[in-house]
């Protein structure tokens, strides 16, 4: 089993048909792959990191600050967020639809967030793989705990 892995839940309907989300899949496993060599990764010890990068409706890019353990599985899981953009926000954004989405905003007191920036890209694509990439190093800049031990990037 890999120590890092990522994993991409939706909660957008229809999104699965706008992007290739098992390359989006590959690619953000492989940028973790990437990270491994910076990250102190010895303090896990026998333990495995799940980051779900989940696209949403809502305002901001961003990681819960708070880790789940599941110490059955000796897994920490980090649940991050990628809001998806509609019509109005950017030219590759979703319809609005008729009935408009559960919309959940970031809570700044429980979330360390970034702004999505949609005007930086030219498509769906590549503006999820991109704020996948800056979520998952907010996650190793930032940090969290395991068994005691902050996982981060090493100094």
């Not at 992007?19 to 990764?41: A, C, G, K, Q, T």
């Not at 694509?125 to 005691?148: A, E, H, P, R, W």
Request: glycine share 4%.
């Amino acid at each position: 089993m890999k120590k890092i892995r990522v994993l991409m839940p939706s909660e957008v309907p229809g999104f699965q048909a706008h992007v290739d989300e098992v390359s989006l899949h590959e690619n953000l496993n492989d940028f973790v792959d990437s990270l491994i060599p910076r990250i102190n990764i010895y303090d896990l010890g026998e333990w495995n990191i799940l980051i779900n990068v989940a696209s949403r409706h809502t305002d901001l890019i961003g990681f819960y600050k708070r880790a789940l353990r599941y110490p059955s599985d000796q897994e920490v899981e980090i649940s991050t967020v990628i809001p998806i953009p509609n019509e109005e926000q950017a030219s590759y954004g979703f319809d609005k639809p008729s009935k408009p989405p559960f919309y959940r905003p970031l809570n700044p007191d429980k979330f360390y967030t970034l702004p999505p920036n949609f005007d930086d890209y030219n498509n769906l694509y590549d503006y999820v793989l991109n704020s996948g990439k800056k979520i998952i190093t907010l996650v190793f800049l930032k940090g969290f705990t395991c068994n005691g031990k902050k996982i981060r990037f090493a100094e």
